[in-house]
């Protein structure tokens, strides 16, 4: 690989780790901003949900944008869009701020992420896979270890910390980035002179609109009855508008051309229907202990941020070092042994959170971590596997983009699963209540594996 592919990889690599960074630092930080902001758990859990709403949108689009646009432009956009969020969160005057903030965050480095993988693909020609695969190195390793990096700025400078420490990232992948990208025309899948009506409709503006509202108001309802202990005619109305709404997203993307959601793909393939769904469950059961564990450990347990961040590590650690091990298992004997053995994991980590009581050694904690790390480590490898194999040549990039469709519904429905189950209060018995759900989660998916009969494929 020559001197400037590496530099180029290097460029890439430091702008799209900022979205898995600023997306798991903040389990840690919860409690914190809780207290700030003077909150109950399921208000402050929108920190969470605005971050994967805005980059389960944003993420798709901008890398249609990036057909018109050019995706040097975007990757440099999205730079100076988290530089800009990242130095005004710090000082925003309330918590609706904070979270406008956060949206605009998620959106600048989901333009980094939709476009980055592309920009190596296609400018560096020699050691390709090496080079995606260090990217996703760059990916899974941010996420592994935030919660660690959040646990230990946030015990030592506060909460503003998790967004400053964005900004040298940013400034050097900015001046590297203008160097090493190469500049490139914009695609010609469209016209840069089509009228703003022909843009939003080949953007599906109209789809992403249904798609937003009836979510949002889906989990407002949800979580508004749940936080106030009652069900209202509110709440009641408000969920009822948000599944009409979905209803009618769903009835627009089956007839539209361009749609932001290919549904029809999922009816027309299976096999591949069924690795997302499963690859949905295996996200809402990673990321309830994700961010679960870290409320637990500092608002049960009384655990500093700073050790909760070094507990948190076990999770990251496990998971870096079984992926490359779990990449030779499955070259060998396919996905379906190494997804069974990490339902199978799932399912003892959820059992040993629910025989944990309020005496248990903190450090017992790990035990779930590590069996939750090395299920994560085989499920990053194993379901990318089962897709490429359930998934028709023809149509693997729309096949990619609904799986990470599915990874953000997966933790969008974890976060709604512990403000549901926890309140307005996180608290033991909640937490205890979580692990049972999780438990039954993972039993699900090792049937679904067990029935598996060739990789990628389900009775």
């Keep these: 690989m020559s001197v400037r592919s590496r530099w180029l990889m290097i460029s890439v690599g430091l702008g799209i780790l900022l979205n898995p960074l600023n997306s798991s630092m903040v389990s840690v930080a919860i409690p914190r901003l809780q207290n700030v902001f003077q909150l109950d758990y399921t208000d402050v859990s929108w920190i969470i949900f605005s971050f994967y709403i805005a980059s389960s949108i944003a993420q798709p689009v901008m890398g249609k944008a990036s057909d018109l646009l050019g995706r040097r432009k975007i990757f440099l956009t999205g730079l100076v869009v988290a530089f800009i969020a990242s130095l005004l969160a710090p000082f925003a005057p309330s918590f609706a701020w904070l979270i406008v903030i956060r949206i605009v965050q998620a959106i600048g480095t989901s333009m980094m992420v939709a476009v980055g993988m592309a920009i190596v693909r296609i400018h560096i020609t020699e050691k390709q896979a090496t080079a995606l695969a260090v990217l996703s190195i760059f990916l899974s390793g941010a996420a592994a270890i935030g919660p660690f990096i959040g646990g230990v700025i946030i015990h030592w400078w506060g909460w503003p910390a998790i967004f400053f420490i964005n900004i040298p990232f940013v400034v050097v992948s900015f001046i590297l980035s203008w160097r090493?990208?190469?500049?490139?025309?914009?695609?010609?899948a469209v016209t840069p002179g089509m009228s703003p009506r022909k843009w939003l409709d080949w953007m599906d503006a109209s789809g992403i609109l249904l798609f937003t509202l009836g979510l949002v108001a889906l989990l407002v309802g949800l979580l508004s009855a749940k936080s106030s202990g009652h069900i209202s005619l509110g709440n009641v109305i408000v969920s009822l508008i948000g599944l009409a709404l979905l209803g009618l997203f769903v009835r627009h993307e089956l007839k539209v051309s361009s749609p932001f959601i290919p549904l029809r793909t999922f009816a027309k393939y299976p096999a591949m229907t069924w690795v997302?769904?499963?690859f949905m469950l295996v996200n809402v059961l990673y990321y309830s202990l994700f961010f679960g564990i870290p409320s637990y450990l500092q608002m049960v347990r009384h655990v500093s941020e700073f050790q909760t961040g070094i507990l948190m590590l076990t999770l990251g650690l496990c998971s870096l070092v079984t992926s490359p091990i779990a990449g030779r298992w499955i070259d060998k004997s396919g996905p379906r042994p190494a997804l069974l053995v990490s339902a199978i994991l799932m399912t003892l980590g959820s059992v040993w959170l629910v025989?944990?009581?309020?005496?248990?050694p903190v450090i017992s904690v790990c035990l779930a971590l590590a069996a939750f790390g090395i299920s994560n480590g085989l499920n990053n490898v194993g379901m990318q596997a089962a897709l490429f194999q359930s998934a028709p040549k023809e149509i693997i990039g729309v096949a990619s983009g609904l799986f990470n469709t599915s990874r953000y519904l997966g933790t969008i429905l974890?976060?709604?699963?512990?403000?549901?189950?926890m309140g307005g209060k996180f608290s033991f018995e909640g937490f205890r209540v979580l692990g049972i759900i999780l438990a039954v989660i993972a039993l699900a998916l090792v049937f679904m594996n067990q029935?598996?009969?060739?990789?990628?494929?389900?009775?």
């Design 355 to 360: 025989t944990l009581n309020q005496t248990s």
């Design 451 to 459: 029935r598996r009969r060739e990789p990628g494929q389900l009775l």
């Design 414 to 421: 974890s976060s709604l699963l512990i403000g549901i189950v």
């Design 180 to 188: 090493n990208i190469p500049n490139e025309e914009p695609s010609l």
């Design 276 to 278: 997302n769904v499963e």
